[in-house]
T-cell receptor
Framework: DAGVIQSPRHEVTEMGQEVTLRCKPISGHDYLFWYRQTMMRGLELLIYFNNNVPIDDSGMPEDRFSAKMPNASFSTLKIQPSEPRDSAVYFC?????????????FGEGSRLTVL | GIQVEQSPPDLILQEGANSTLRCNFSDSVNNLQWFHQNPWGQLINLFYIPSGTKQNGRLSATTVATERYSLLYISSSQTTDSGVYFCAAPLGGSQGNLIFGKGTKLSVKP
């Protein structure tokens, strides 16, 4: 399998612009997670899905953030409007079974810089 | 929710040395995972180890669930082992998302 695939790898945008990050999980995995990593806060979970249904979005910082999973092979994380404090590396990860605690595999991340 | 604490926060080794990284967790869990984030930012799953011991080459991990800790051993360290090592445990003990420790930053000098 190709692993978890994320795009874009790097994104530089200006404050106020819309940002869309994309993720393709590993085929057969029924859980998909979006994490954000910053120096200050480390790795924090934003939202996760089970069988394309959002299960816990309590980590989403505010209404500017939204995530969708229209099918088993695709998810998006959208920030609108973006702010400089959203600058971070955003990781998508997927796993199979075990109530969401199965072996977790990460994509290479999307590094977002908001000017 | 569960607390996950790692030690030491930083570790500098000479190539060839051995090391032990520790992960303590506050509640009983049925799942403990170790990850390596290399200097390029990639997060790689090293071990899925709810209990017992597993080995993969120069790396091995042991989880003692009853005492709420896990250890990661690195033997004959190489410069490519540098990076940050994270452990993670389920928020709810047996289900839900993983909670990550703050990591141990390892630097292996040639």
């Amino acid at each position: 399998d190709a692993g978890v695939i994320q795009s874009p790898r790097h994104e530089v945008t200006e404050m106020g612009q819309e940002v869309t990050l994309r993720c393709k999980p590993i085929s057969g995995h029924d859980y998909l997670f979006w994490y954000r990593q910053t120096m200050m806060r480390g790795l924090e979970l934003l939202i996760y899905f089970n069988n394309n249904v959002p299960i816990d979005d309590s980590g989403m910082p505010e209404d500017r953030f939204s995530a969708k999973m229209p099918n088993a092979s695709f998810s998006t994380l959208k920030i609108q409007p973006s702010e400089p404090r959203d600058s971070a590396v955003y990781f998508c990860a997927s796993s199979r079974g075990r109530s969401g605690t199965g072996e977790l595999f990460f994509g290479e991340g999307s590094r977002l810089t908001v000017l | 929710g569960i607390q996950v604490e790692q030690s030491p926060p930083d570790l500098i080794l000479q190539e060839g040395a051995n090391s032990t990284l520790r992960c303590n967790f506050s509640d009983s869990v049925n799942n403990l995972q170790w990850f390596h984030q290399n200097p390029w930012g990639q997060l790689i799953n090293l071990f899925y180890i709810p209990s017992g011991t597993k080995q993969n080459g120069r790396l091995s991990a042991t989880t003692v669930a009853t005492e709420r800790y896990s250890l990661l051993y690195i033997s004959s360290s190489q410069t490519t082992d540098s990076g940050v090592y994270f452990c993670a445990a389920p928020l709810g003990g047996s289900q839900g998302n993983l909670i990550f420790g703050k990591g141990t930053k390892l630097s292996v000098k040639p």
